[in-house]
């Protein structure tokens, strides 16, 4: 059985399989093909492959030298379903992005500088660019750190990364349907994209406060698909049935003295946490006057605290009216375990 040469590492509070692109078939079907192999999809465990049987452990990062003659390297993210064969490539992954600066370094394609260094990301979903930066003392990645990030344990290297282009990320605009608030199936929303399609609504609007756990969520699934797919249409992603985006937040004040407190479905999953680039996204909803959340959220600056289920995440968004000037985050990775991968 021939092998793929592969790097399992968590970014943010992700985890995923790394691959080099020249590693995997150029043939689209081909290589979504292999992956799911790889992963073990379809199957709820996943028992077969390498996924953590999880949307959040079932992702794939695909990296070359950039195309563009700008950016250093291209990250195309792929998103594959655990108990569906499905691979899709209609969204970003913020968390996983934190591994690209470091798994370019690894893997040669990009010269690591003596104490930092920044690699300038072309995200291939999005068309957007992002500049990781993170230790290399001795030109080596330094993975061990002090920095903490809710929903991982223990402290790892600060990865810095700062976004530019994100907006309209798969619609082509900051506010897809033109409008700061829709109403769909009586509930009102906001419908944004920041580098992340999101539909935010009020926690209170679906029965419940905004401050249960994961588990307690569950049975909102019906209503949450219903909402996703008729917001698809009205931002103009067409049918997502079967497609991990819009990203679904419902919103309630902070209560642990941050700036809005989310519970976010990934698509019908709940989020243990909540991704990097929908945590920026729903920051800049919340910080628009006449958005839902805006008037629950505690703005102090740019800098803003999203609560989730299991901690805190802290973005930099600045805007200019309803235009987007710059974004960031930070976050750490870790690299897991290098090797061979061999598919079913």
């Known amino acids: 059985m021939t092998g ?13 399989a790394y691959f080099l692109a020249d590693d995997l078939p150029a043939d689209r079907a081909e290589r979504d093909d292999l992956l799911l192999r ?36 291209d990250y195309l993210f792929l998103q594959l379903g655990v108990e569906e064969p499905t691979v899709s490539d209609r969204q970003n992954c913020g968390n996983l992005l934190a591994g690209v600066g470091p798994f370019a370094v690894e893997r040669g394609l990009v010269r690591p500088g003596n104490e930092k260094t920044s690699v300038r990301i ?19 990645v330094r993975y061990d750190g002090d920095t903490a990030i809710s929903g991982v344990p223990g402290t790892a290297a600060a990865i810095t990364l700062d976004f530019a282009d994100t907006e309209g990320s798969a619609t ?7 409008n700061v608030r829709d109403e769909i199936d009586g509930i009102e929303v906001t419908c944004v994209d920041n580098g992340m399609p999101v539909v935010v609504a009020y926690a209170k609007d679906f ?19 219903s909402l996703r797919l008729q917001a698809g249409k009205l931002m103009g992603l067409g049918d997502v049935s079967e497609a991990s985006v819009p990203k679904t937040t419902l919103v309630a004040a902070p209560r642990d003295g941050g700036t809005i407190c989310t519970r ?58 309803t235009r987007v000037r710059r974004s960031g985050v930070v976050r750490t990775a870790r690299k897991l375990f290098e090797g061979t991968v061999f598919p079913r």
């Open 122 to 140: 072309h995200m291939v979903n999005s068309d957007s660019v992002a500049v990781a930066t993170f230790p290399t003392p001795g030109g080596v």
């Open 172 to 178: 082509g605009s900051l506010l897809p349907t033109g």
């Open 38 to 73: 790889i992963m073990g999809s379809p199957d709820p465990r996943q028992i077969d492959g390498i996924g953590g049987a999880h949307p959040l452990t079932s992702k794939v990062a695909v990296v070359s030298p950039a195309a563009d003659g700008k950016s250093d390297v």
């Open 264 to 321: 976010t479905f990934i698509p019908l999953e709940v989020h243990t946490s909540i991704g990097v680039l929908g945590a920026v996204t729903v920051g800049t909803a919340v910080m628009m006057e006449g958005a839902v959340g805006h008037d629950l959220a505690h703005i102090t600056g740019n800098r803003l605290d999203i609560e989730h289920p299991t901690g805190h995440l802290e973005v930099e968004v600045e805007l200019d009216g």
């Open 207 to 225: 029965g419940v406060t905004g401050y249960e756990s994961v588990a307690e969520l569950a049975g909102l699934r019906e209503r949450v698909q």
């Open 4 to 16: 793929v040469p592969c790097l399992l590492m968590r970014g943010g509070t992700s985890k995923g």
